[in-house]
């Protein structure tokens, strides 16, 4: 099978950690399967079980036309988009695509100026020609086929997995974290990149109404659009803490020594940081929009996501109520308890085998 490599040009950001974690899951679970990852100069550490070559640089040229003609040469069984993407040409054989959210359909202002080539021709050429369609989850299916008109039958669900990593830590473990990390004692955590759908602004105003209240951490670099963000984080004083880069083998511990993660997204395709949390045993508060309730099935409290009072209520009921974030921390972990990377694995194999099938 032949893989889009493709979002490992950034292995940090949700695509780059998705194509590392289900490749790996793949190859794991099908050990006799031959894996061929077309990616970009240097990423093929990410994903070492795998056969690696370097896909063509030229965006037009070297990635529709000469691309298409090296996977034809491979003769594959299978192709398989993690990025959520075919080329413009044809690859000659089954076609499977990973659709992780279609923001930019619903909202065009939350990002930076238009992108034609890739949200006019190539996501919607590649959804339709795909022999099958994997969305992380209902909303972003649901999505799918109202944007794009296809069948239902065609999309598959299969939601991220949670890694092993994150699991709640020792008291030893946290004391160790605080101190290397420099963490305040209390605080509130936001998790992801900071750009107008993560819609950090209604959590900002929630914080500074807050009586009482911890510091509050923010983490996850500068994407796009966010000067207004940025404005805001600067007059809010001392104890708004930015960490802009983090090594990823950290987050279980800021998770885990956070009192609260809210997460105040106005959309998210599947939305890991919730569910990372609430693996770490840590309360998680999310927005009423988009997949976020489905996610958390009931495990977090939810609230409308333009309400900032409404959001300070909620803090400071989690932080006051010890009960209660007992019970959050209780039903976090057993929620995400049932998200794995070998079950998404497996869902993926099936997708892509269905693929295969329905072209004999």
Request: with cysteine.
């Amino acid at each position: 099978m032949v893989v889009d490599g493709s979002g490992l040009e950034r292995p940090r950001a949700g695509v780059g950690v998705y194509t590392t974690e289900i490749v790996h899951a793949l190859a794991v679970d099908r050990p006799d399967a031959r894996l061929t990852v077309f990616g970009p100069r240097s990423a093929w550490v990410h994903v070492p079980n795998a056969t690696y070559r370097l896909v063509p640089r030229t965006r037009l040229l070297g990635r529709h036309l000469q691309w298409p003609a090296q996977i034809r040469e491979l003769k594959p069984e299978a192709y398989f988009g993690p990025a959520g993407a075919l080329p413009l040409g044809n690859v000659g054989c089954a076609s499977v695509i990973t659709v992780h959210d279609l923001a930019i359909y619903r909202n065009p202002r939350w990002f930076p100026g238009r992108q034609p080539l890739s949200t006019r021709l190539v996501v919607p050429r590649s959804v339709l020609r795909a022999d099958r369609v994997i969305a992380v989850s209902e909303n972003t299916a649901n999505d799918i086929v109202e944007i794009f008109g296809i069948d239902r039958a065609r999309i598959q669900v299969v939601p991220h997995g949670v890694s092993p990593k994150m699991r709640p830590m020792s008291a030893e473990e946290r004391a160790d974290a605080r101190a290397r990390l420099k963490l305040p004692e209390r605080f509130i955590l936001f998790v992801g990149t900071v750009q107008p759908r993560k819609n950090l602004e209604t959590l900002l105003d929630a914080w500074a109404m807050m009586r009482d209240r911890p510091d509050l951490v923010v983490v996850g670099s500068w994407g796009w659009l966010y000067e207004p963000v940025k404005e805001k984080m600067a007059r809010l004083g001392p104890r708004l803490h930015h960490l802009d880069s983090v090594d990823p083998d950290e987050l279980p511990a800021i998770y885990n020594l956070a009192r609260i993660l809210a997460h105040p997204a106005w959309y998210e395709g599947f939305g890991l940081p919730p569910l990372e949390a609430m693996a770490c045993g840590t309360p998680v508060v999310v927005s009423d929009r988009s997949s976020l309730p489905e996610v958390v099935d009931g495990a977090a409290l939810v609230v409308p996501a333009d309400q900032p009072d409404a959001w300070r209520k909620e803090l400071e009921r989690v932080l006051s109520d010890t009960d209660l974030a007992a019970d959050l921390r209780h039903r976090g972990i057993l929620r995400a308890a049932e998200f794995s990377w070998s079950r998404s694995a497996r869902m993926t194999w099936r997708a892509i085998d269905d693929a295969i099938g329905s072209r004999s």
